[in-house]
């Protein structure tokens, strides 16, 4: 059965950082593009990050580059969602979401995924 979950949500202040993690079973995540969404209340599920199969090409919405860092362990079969440099408007829920074959153009797009992990909060407060 696939399945992804995810973990590493809390709560942290601003400037703070937390590290998501999506964890695969039931199959190999280095064949799959990863994506990262995240929704909070009121507001409709948007684009974090993804990581391609192929190549490792790497994409991040405008609001979280340079702050924000995705990578994966094949050994592991694990993507990783380093969030650095938090914000109170960073605030979410956060998913992990798998597609055999995404174009990269597309990566942002929630309805271009197959798979979706259940979320964990992640909040940033003082």
């Known amino acids: 059965q696939v399945q992804l979950v995810e973990s590493g949500g809390g709560l942290v202040q601003p400037g703070g950082s937390l590290r998501l993690s999506c964890a695969a079973s039931?199959?190999?995540?280095?064949?799959?593009?990863i994506g990262w969404f995240r929704q909070a209340p009121g507001k409709e599920r948007e684009g974090v990050s993804c990581i391609s199969s192929s190549d490792g090409s790497t994409y991040y919405a405008d609001s979280v580059k340079g702050r924000f860092t995705i990578s994966r362990d094949n050994a592991k079969n694990t993507v990783y969602l380093q969030m650095n440099s938090l914000k109170p408007e960073d605030t979410a829920f956060y998913y992990c979401?798998?597609?055999?074959?995404?174009?990269?153009?597309?990566?942002?797009?929630?309805?271009?995924?197959?798979?979706w992990g259940q979320g964990t909060q992640g909040t940033v407060s003082s």
């Open positions: 039931g199959f190999t995540l280095d064949y799959y593009a």
């Open positions: 979401a798998a597609v055999y074959y995404l174009q990269g153009s597309n990566w942002f797009k929630p309805d271009e995924y197959d798979h």
